[in-house]
Structures are given as structure tokens and as C-alpha cells.
């Protein structure tokens, strides 16, 4: 089965830290993403990537960026957390034509 | 800009019996695939069913289908025989498959279902 880690599942930070959250897969993908995920908002699309060093800006890309140095691993930063980043924060991964996301089991951020 | 609605913010069914989960999406893509997505309380997503738009078979997951109304841009998922571990938060989810937007997601709001025993 595809794997894909999340490696912080809970995490408490405070307002204007750097944050860094961390995802690997396991299973050879081209493309990996970071979602954000909000109570009647569903799942909302931050970055993505569809191969190593390339980066692509999804729906709500401000306040975040994104490091991809190997292919199995992609990185959500924030550079000076806001409390209103406070959320869950899910990582997707998926072959670049196969239609159809393997996801993380999520890292919950919450920023005081 | 591609959109997906999901119009029922929680759902309950009693266990065995049949629930029908609402979509509706609005694109001027002819190219894309519609899924469903289950997250139960663990938040782990998993994907539950998909659909090519160019199908006009509907597609089927055992107790899972999907009735897809292409015309009216409906995509409606069918949950038969409910079984306790259906309960879950389920999205309706759109990917247009060409162009420099092709593997990306839009999600729907997203529908509670709780089944009671």
C-alpha cells in the first residue's frame, strides 16, 4: 500500500514562528500536495508539485511556501505563523497519470 | 474556475438501510473525473469510488455507486446495506484531466453521515 507520512501530527505554535510540516512517500510519485482543510470549506489546495524542485501555487497560496529537494518528500512552510493558519493540514501524493490522491493522515496545527 | 457543491451538511441513515449523498459541480471542462472521498474519525481519506466523465456507464464499488448526470452536472453517490463503519465526512471531489491544472482536486464542502445503529 502507498504510504504517506505525515511526521508531525499535533503541533502548537505560536504567533510569528516558522513552521515547518513534513511529508514522505514511499511510492515513487510525481506529484505531491498540501491541502488545508477547514470546517464547511472542505479541502482547500495550498501547493502542489509535480516533480522535484518544481513548485505550482494552488487556490490559497499566501502565507505558505513549499520545498520539494527530493522526490519523496514535500514541505508546507510558514514563514511567520497567523493564528488564522490554525488548521488541519493534509498531504497528498499520486503517479502523474493516475487520477486519484493517496493522503497523509493529516498534522493539526493550531497557532496561538 | 471549476466549483463543487455539496448542498447536505450532515446525513443519517439506520444501519442497512440505503443513503443517497448529493453533488453538483459546475465546470466548462468536457475532460475531467469526479470521485468520492470517505474521512473518517481518524481523518484518514480514502478514495471511495471515481468516474470519467467521458463514461456514461456509472460506476460501481460494491456497496458504493454513483448515479452521474453529466448534463445537469450532478454526481451523486448511493451507499446500500449502511454498515456502522460507513459513518464518516464523505466529499464529492473534481479533477480536470489536461492543461497545467491536470491532478489537481477541488473539493465540495463536505456531507456528515452517521449510521445508526
Known amino acids: 500500500d502507498v504510504k504517506v507520512t505525515q511526521s508531525s501530527r499535533y503541533l502548537v505554535k505560536r504567533t510569528g514562528e516558522k513552521v515547518f510540516l513534513e511529508c514522505v512517500q514511499d511510492?515513487?510519485?510525481?506529484?505531491m500536495f498540501w491541502y488545508r482543510q477547514d470546517p464547511g470549506l472542505g479541502l482547500r489546495l495550498i501547493y502542489f508539485?509535480?516533480?522535484?524542485?518544481?513548485?505550482e501555487k494552488g487556490d490559497i497560496p499566501e502565507g505558505y511556501s513549499v520545498s520539494r529537494e527530493k522526490k519523496e518528500r514535500f514541505s508546507l512552510i510558514l514563514e511567520s505563523a497567523s493564528t488564522n493558519q490554525t488548521s488541519m493540514y493534509l498531504c497528498?501524493?499520486?503517479?502523474?497519470?493516475?487520477?486519484?490522491?493517496?493522503f497523509g493522515e493529516g498534522s493539526w496545527l493550531t497557532v496561538v | 474556475a471549476q466549483t463543487v457543491t455539496q448542498s447536505q451538511p450532515e446525513m443519517s441513515v439506520q444501519e442497512a438501510e440505503t443513503v443517497t449523498l448529493s453533488c453538483t459541480y459546475d465546470?466548462?471542462?468536457?475532460?475531467?473525473?469526479l470521485f468520492w472521498y470517505k474521512q473518517p474519525p481518524s481523518r484518514q481519506m480514502i478514495l471511495v469510488i471515481r468516474?470519467?466523465?467521458?463514461?456514461?456507464q456509472n460506476a460501481t464499488e460494491n456497496r458504493f455507486s454513483v448515479n452521474f448526470q453529466k448534463a445537469a452536472k450532478s454526481f451523486s453517490l448511493k451507499i446500500s446495506d449502511s454498515q456502522l463503519g460507513d459513518t464518516a465526512m464523505y466529499f464529492c471531489?473534481?479533477?480536470?484531466?489536461?492543461?497545467?491544472?491536470?491532478?489537481?482536486?477541488?473539493f465540495g464542502q463536505g456531507t456528515i453521515l452517521t449510521v445508526h445503529p
Open positions: 468516474q470519467e466523465a467521458y463514461k456514461q
Open positions: 497528498a501524493s499520486s503517479f502523474a497519470y493516475r487520477f486519484g490522491e493517496d
Open positions: 508539485s509535480y516533480d522535484v524542485k518544481m513548485k
Open positions: 511510492m515513487d510519485h510525481e506529484n
Open positions: 471531489a473534481f479533477m480536470i484531466t489536461g492543461g497545467t491544472s491536470y491532478g489537481k482536486l477541488t
Open positions: 465546470t466548462s471542462e468536457s475532460n475531467y473525473y
